[in-house]
């Protein structure tokens, strides 16, 4: 008999006898067993077939962890497979799963939650993420205005007070630094029918200490103007209205942390408050629309360069637009919508291509907006909360880039205009404050995208 016959004996042995869990370990053992026992000339040979023999082992084991039968694996052919019929079906603890669909996930339709309220109702307010997660709103009121701030807790979906600014101050804009300070600069302390008291003052939010502290004075005093975090860490500010029956502004300036003083930078092309800016993955920033000097809505945009402190015009929008939003898409482009025209109130959106420098209408969006809000969410969808519309209030809306449309979406749980809206890291929205019929609002809420399969 050979050494290959040997062996084969030895496998079908070791699996006709004892538990088939055992036939792995006996196959181990009576293969060591055999090499030792043999002359030292004749090692090799009984080595290359024992290598077959442990392969048989590992396929025992497998077949065993597999729940296959072990007695129809024996007098099989080396090199053949086995037939349907020796395989068992799993046992009652196994579970099965299509190896392409796998288990199904429900879907979660998006919804709005309420959250804990603020402490003082508020609108024309600020509202910045802080790099702890937190939500620094500041500011704004109603008939009242505010130098209050406090904090927004996601862990608890509550509101603190923190330090009050130096003074009162809406229609103002905050930015937060590479330092994780934020600077609040201009805004009003009164506002009437005809006329705005601009500010000069800025001040800086310390998150570590809950303080502020007052920072160099803007070289001219502005109120609903813009603040731009460029790359290289200065803040741009344009525009605005002025101080008391002034009329919009032209001027820019520039906001450097490690001095904390302000330096004037290029003049617009134009005079314009309550307009947009935005800034370009190359670094420019897109200013676009607005309230020109002599007050209507304007339909031109520019765009500043910090390497060279210039403005150049750039292509004009299909509408004209003020008080409305621009929401910079992940492929590059700035999508502007809402905000008021010459005829009221507006439901027209359109698109800025940085590399045509071109403007092109998108889909309209279901109602008009008015003071509404446009977050960017995760999944690069566009979601639009509140404003007003001729007819009252406008529902909630998404805008898909990919598609160029609009789909409603759930309506908050309090229709409001001049709110906050800011994009948490979980990837829910917070929506704060604002105003309705009812008054100035304290009201907060979350909007879910939701999820879906």
Do not use: C
Request: glycine share 14%; aromatic share 4%; no cysteine.
């Amino acid at each position: 008999m050979n050494t290959n016959d040997r062996f084969d004996d030895l496998l079908t042995e070791s699996l006709r006898t004892g538990a088939p869990h055992e036939a792995p370990s006996r196959l181990l053992d009576a293969t060591m067993n055999r090499i030792a026992d043999t002359p030292q000339r004749g090692r090799r040979r009984v080595a290359a077939s024992a290598g077959r023999l442990l392969a048989a082992a590992a396929v025992v084991l497998l077949a065993v962890l597999a729940g296959t039968q072990l007695p129809s694996l024996i007098g099989r052919p080396a090199g053949t497979s086995p037939s349907p019929s020796a395989t068992i079906a799993p046992s009652a603890s196994a579970t099965t799963s299509s190896p392409t669909t796998g288990p199904s996930t429900p879907v979660i339709a998006p919804a709005w939650t309420a959250t804990g309220n603020l402490i003082d109702a508020r609108a024309n307010h600020t509202a910045t993420l802080l790099p702890n997660g937190k939500v620094l709103v500041a500011g704004g009121g109603g008939s009242i205005l505010l130098a209050t701030a406090e904090l927004y807790d996601p862990g608890s979906r509550s509101w603190s007070a923190t330090g009050n600014m130096n003074g009162i101050r809406t229609a103002h804009t905050a930015t937060l630094l590479a330092n994780g300070k934020v600077l609040v600069a201009g805004g009003a302390d009164s506002v009437s029918e005809t006329s705005v008291n601009a500010l000069a003052t800025a001040e800086l939010y310390d998150p570590a200490t809950g303080t502020w502290t007052a920072t160099g004075n803007m070289l001219e005093a502005r109120a609903h103007h813009t603040a731009t975090l460029l790359a290289n860490g200065k803040v741009l500010v344009a525009g605005g209205s002025g101080g008391s029956g002034s009329p919009s502004l032209a001027t820019a300036e520039l906001y450097d942390p490690a001095t904390g003083t302000w330096t004037v930078t290029g003049t617009m092309m134009g005079a314009r408050a309550e307009h947009t800016a935005t800034l370009l993955p190359d670094g420019r920033v897109l200013v676009a629309g607005g309230n020109g000097s002599s007050g209507p809505q304007l339909p031109s945009a520019e765009l500043y360069d910090p390497g060279t402190g210039s403005w150049t015009a750039t292509g004009t929008m299909v509408r004209d637009h003020a008080g409305h939003t621009a929401t910079l898409l992940p492929d590059g482009r700035v999508l502007v919508l809402g905000g008021s025209s010459g005829s009221g109130p507006e439901g027209t959106a359109e698109l800025y291509d940085p590399r045509t420098e071109s403007w092109t209408a998108t889909a309209s969006m279901n109602g008009e907006h008015l003071g509404g809000t446009a977050t960017l969410l995760g999944d690069g969808s566009v979601l639009l909360a509140g404003g007003g519309s001729s007819s009252g209030r406008g529902g909630e809306e998404l805008y898909d880039p990919s598609s160029g449309s609009w789909a409603a979406t759930a309506n908050m749980l309090e229709a409001s205009t001049d709110h906050t809206a800011t994009l948490l890291p979980d990837g829910k929205v917070l929506v704060a404050g604002g105003v309705n019929p009812r008054g100035p609002l304290a009201t907060a809420e979350l909007y879910d995208p939701g999820s879906g399969s």
